[in-house]
């Protein structure tokens, strides 16, 4: 099974920035997508980011040219910079990864078990 450590989550000011990183370890035949989602208080989990396995992002619009999502395919993790952090970006991060176990497996779906961040003055 694969298994997803989220870490950098904290409580920053509006204006500040966060690093958020995510491991993958386990039995890892081959990790596919990469991303990030987070869910707010009272609110859905969304994505926040998301990494193809050629290294192509995609970003959720509330955080378009705030947010950069990176991935070190040698390490099996997956980083998210947060610059210009606004309180409305509080919410616990998940990690999230579509990857494939063993070699005769099928891709499956892992999450982490979150990391909080808080903005707020």
């Known amino acids: 099974q694969v298994q997803l450590v989220e870490s950098g989550g904290d409580l920053v000011q509006p204006g500040g920035s966060l690093r958020l990183s995510c491991a993958a370890s386990?039995?890892?035949?081959?990790?596919?997508?990469m991303g990030w989602y987070r869910q707010g208080p009272g609110k859905q989990r969304e994505l926040v980011a998301h990494?193809?396995?050629?290294?192509?992002?995609n970003y959720a619009d509330s955080v378009k040219g705030r947010f950069t999502i990176s991935r070190d395919n040698a390490k099996n993790t997956v980083y998210l910079q947060m610059n210009s952090l606004k309180p409305e970006d509080t919410a616990v991060y998940y990690c999230?990864?579509?990857?494939?176990?063993?070699?005769?497996?099928?891709?499956?779906?892992?999450w982490g078990q979150g990391t909080q961040v808080t903005v707020a003055s």
């Open positions: 999230n990864t579509l990857a494939t176990p063993t070699a005769l497996g099928v891709p499956y779906e892992y």
């Open positions: 386990g039995t890892i035949f081959k990790i596919h997508s």
């Open positions: 990494i193809t396995s050629g290294g192509n992002p």
